[in-house]
């Protein structure tokens, strides 16, 4: 969202890990907004006032001047081509010094604070199912159910933050003010977790204030830290890119501790001592980021223009709905028909509704994408979870997500691309999303061949005792492995590389510079969506009470028919994303030095292939 950062495309992303799309979603909320100008002087090339100033900085012992009256660093900047648009450090409050290394001076204290931030999160996330069935006596469907919507909630806060970061408090003060808001929700899930107070009276509101105290945290942490680089100074450029690869790390690291050592601190030792972690965790996450208060640059708010999209949305279908001979219905909103926008506002905003039928057709995907939280964990409860003399975290099968996406991401850079492009074939940005969504098809189908494997062996009277998922009338455990969810976790991986990440990047480029942000932001609801969406279908499927696919045995539901039913309905949403890719046109963009057109005159960008040319670590 802020329009103080200076993103550039191809300087923000081109080295960013694939943490899977939710994380970069995150980014490209809080990073995406009116841009600031490209046309920034060369560092290297000052004239005499540039050297002037130069030598007085740095006679100065490293103080920078006070901005009243003094010059101030943003003097550096050429004059702009549109002066609306501003430098990002105009009135920003800078550092004493600079540092030697941005990245390990000022960073380092953002990145080991995400890193606990996500070891905190994950760590909750991936056993609330298990809280509820085992702890709460939940049946499994409600469990589903109660997930779904809260998974929902966390992608739907990130529209407060980045609106308040943006346009109220900036990022350091929202950061600040959610992660508080944060520690208070997980010491009440810690409490909850005691077994004096393990009621839904307590864990509930303790539920929903994490999800408020992480919307002030992943649109905003990110872009903080991309925030105290210097584009104009080449050792800046450098370290940014290994910032976000270090970033990105921190991420999966925290994600990789959650789903091992935490999940297994749940499941085999107590919800007291496997919450407590991440509310430690969390502590330190606070303390390490504020102690390096004093070396960050801290930006002020420069203005929300999702706000701005909201109410041309409003003016036009609402306030002015009866306005009459306009060509389309945005234009009610416009000066020229008695509105209150100017006419590029108003071509912006339509360019943003071209882009609906692809962000509605994501829904779906993530209703897919939220069965490794739920469905996926129920399944996996009720087969051997026996790793040579140990008993596995149900959660770690998670791990194979990682590993799917790890493979995926080299094999399609090195080979499958360039091999294609040899032939001539150049595949678009809809034609990669495509591609996901049929492996996203046959996670599904796994899925459900497992689930017929599983019970024929329960109906074969092979069982190795209860589960260990339910405390209260727990049902069996089959003798299946369950490694044999391998597969159905690794497709969901390929899918997310392919359809999650990709998507990003289409709505990235086809948006107006104006509407990144909003886009960025319309890609977020579309995860709480299919979130939700799943929060209604789980009840739907269970309206038989008698026959219900989602209940408290497996062993008597029928998980598999509920796998072929998401399969037919990804494979339906595929063809008709089909259908509404046809004749799509990409909207031209400006081309980096590497970046090619196809042979079909579509524009390929590159930066996909560059997102997945790193080592990379999927959160």
């Known amino acids: 969202m802020a329009d103080d950062l200076r993103v550039d495309l191809r300087n923000e992303f081109k080295h960013v890990p694939s943490s899977g799309a939710l994380e970069l ?60 648009h501003h430098s990002k450090f105009d009135n920003a409050v800078m550092p004493e010094r600079k540092y030697e290394s941005t990245l390990k001076s000022v960073c380092s204290f953002i990145i080991f604070s995400e890193f606990c931030e996500r070891m905190a999160f994950y760590g909750f996330q991936g056993n609330l199912v298990l809280f509820m069935t085992r702890v709460l006596h939940y049946s499994t469907g409600s469990a589903d159910v109660q997930a779904s919507i809260w998974n929902g909630f966390c992608y739907i ?159 036009a279908g609402w306030t002015r709905r009866g306005t009459q001979g306009v060509a389309h219905w945005l234009d009610k909103a416009s000066r020229t028909q008695g509105g209150s926008y100017e006419e590029s506002d108003i071509a912006d905003a339509k360019a943003v509704t071209r882009l609906f039928p692809f962000l509605g057709l994501l829904v779906i995907y993530w209703g897919v994408y939220a069965q490794m939280s739920t469905t996926f964990f129920n399944q996996g409860c009720q087969m051997d979870l026996a790793l040579g003399s140990m008993t596995i975290p149900v959660s770690a099968l998670n791990l194979f997500n990682t590993v799917g996406i790890i493979i995926l991401i080299p094999v399609l850079d090195k080979l499958v691309y360039p091999a294609l492009k040899r032939f001539g074939i150049v595949p ?7 591609v996901g969504f049929i492996f996203a098809t046959l996670s599904m189908v796994a899925a459900a061949f497992v689930e017929i494997r599983r019970l024929d062996v329960y109906n074969d009277g092979r069982t190795i005792g209860d589960t260990v998922c339910v405390e209260k009338n727990p049902p069996q455990a089959v003798d299946l492995s369950v490694f044999i969810q391998i597969p159905q976790y690794t497709l969901v991986g390929i899918s997310e590389v392919l359809a999650s990440v990709t998507a990003l990047e289409f709505f ?23 979130q939700w969406l799943m929060a209604v279908l789980v009840p739907l499927v269970n309206l038989n009470s008698n026959n219900k696919w989602i209940d408290h045995d497996a062993n008597h539901s029928h998980f598999d028919w509920f796998f072929w039913l998401m399969s037919g309905l990804m494979f339906g949403n595929t063809l008709l994303f089909v259908w509404a890719s046809r004749g799509y046109e990409y909207r031209a963009q400006e081309l980096a030095d590497d970046e090619v057109e196809a042979e079909d005159g579509k524009i390929e960008p590159s930066i996909q292939h560059d997102i997945e040319n790193e080592d990379k670590l999927i959160g």
């Open 428 to 434: 678009t940005m809809l034609q990669k999303i495509g």
């Open 157 to 315: 806060t990130p529209l407060l933050g980045g609106w308040l970061a943006d346009s109220r408090m900036g990022r350091f003060n929202a950061i600040m003010t959610f992660i508080s808001i944060y520690m208070v929700g997980m010491i009440l899930v810690s409490l909850s977790a005691q077994p004096f107070a393990s009621t839904p009276a307590l864990f509930f509101p303790a539920l929903y204030i994490v999800a408020l105290g992480t919307g002030g945290i992943k649109p905003n942490v990110s872009t903080f830290g991309a925030d105290q680089f210097d584009d104009r100074d080449p050792s800046d450029r450098k370290a940014k890119a290994s910032y976000f690869n270090w970033f990105y790390f921190s991420i999966n690291f925290g994600a990789f501790i959650s789903h091992t050592a935490i999940a297994y601190l749940c499941q085999n030792v107590s919800f007291s001592a496997g919450f407590a972690v991440p509310s430690g965790a969390m502590a330190i996450a606070i303390f390490v980021f504020y102690i390096g208060k004093r070396r960050y640059k801290l930006l002020p708010p420069q203005g929300s223009v999702f706000s701005r999209f909201l109410a041309i949305l409003w003016e």
């Open 508 to 530: 990235y480029t086809q948006a107006p510079d104006s509407m990144k942000s909003v886009c960025a932001a319309l890609n977020l609801v579309t995860s709480a969506l299919g």
């Open 25 to 84: 979603a995150d980014i490209s909320l809080a990073a995406t907004s009116p841009r600031s100008p490209r046309s920034l002087r060369s560092p290297h090339k000052k004239d005499d006032k540039d050297k002037d100033r130069s030598d007085k900085e740095d006679s100065s012992d490293g103080t920078k001047e006070e901005s009243n009256g003094s010059k101030t660093e943003t003097a550096e900047l050429a004059p702009l081509a549109h002066p609306p």
